[in-house]
């Protein structure tokens, strides 16, 4: 088996650079041969060798299928795309309606684009083994130094889907800590949400500072003394889109447990998420119950980590092409 992966360029998203290595890195040792190529080499150079391209871009697939390429596999990861009236839209139909398959990291892609929900498939974001933070021991925990984590991409997506607001509320409420960690910093700067003074044990840390996302999870300075000193992870998204990403995962790597308005999605999430609706009274009904069941927690929260480190998940997506390349249903 022959494998194309066409390097998006530019790659100004930490995500996806890490869903590229990691398939490069991972189907390296489980198929024939694989190549990293962009776009332009892809189409010229030899593609009727190639039995699958891995396709990351909107744009790098429709190119493909205009040189008359269909063998890809895209997996999507634009959220522009989620607006039904934007060109996005109509390029990742068009994109997913000529791929062998697309693979989305959240079930809401499927209903997105349910036109085409026997194209799609729905495999979990991974993460990189990470041996520190995976030693990390969490002893008792005590419900009011409770410490939480909420991590997310910031703008407006930020403000409409993260629920930021909420989440701070509810620790000022039961005078809890709450770190903010994210991808810039301009929802805080709005003055109407005053975060700082709604909650004294707030704190805000974007990735222009020593403590960014980019800095605590790279797997060569894994942030261990940063993610020990918080407790759980508070998930408060109204839409699904982006699933639990590599930053999430690296998280749960360490015992910390989640309570997310969007456990539903994952049928292995017993005490490692904690499904809460976005009112007080259910966040504070799993914030007990995760208190409760501490112990249980951390190991499963490690666990729910590890099944997704990237070599499991990239087994699961050679499953899929061995079935196409043996001509048989997918």
Known sequence: M???IVKPSPMNELDTENLVQAHFNEFTGMVGEVCMTQIQEAVEKNWWETDF???YKISDALSLVNAGIENYVFFLNEFEAVNV???AFLDCNNAIEKS???VCRSLDWIEVFKQHKNKMIYISWGYTHNSSLLSIKRGKIKPSETK???MGENGEQGEDFLNYVLANKFANKFGLSITFLNNGCSF???TEHKFFEANSKCRIICDSTSYSRQTIFQESKGDVDFLKNHDILLDLRQRNFEGLSSHYLNAMSTGMPVISTIAKGFGDRDNAIYHCNSNFSSIAS???EVIDKWE???QAARGFAVRRNWFEICKILYSFLKLLKNGQPS
């Open 100 to 102: 062998l398959f697309t």
């Open 2 to 4: 022959k494998i194309h």
């Open 296 to 298: 249980d927690s951390v």
């Open 286 to 288: 799993a914030f007990k």
């Open 148 to 150: 939480f984590l909420c």
């Open 188 to 190: 805080f700067d709005n």
């Open 85 to 87: 009236d934007s060109h």
């Open 53 to 55: 391209f891995f396709v």
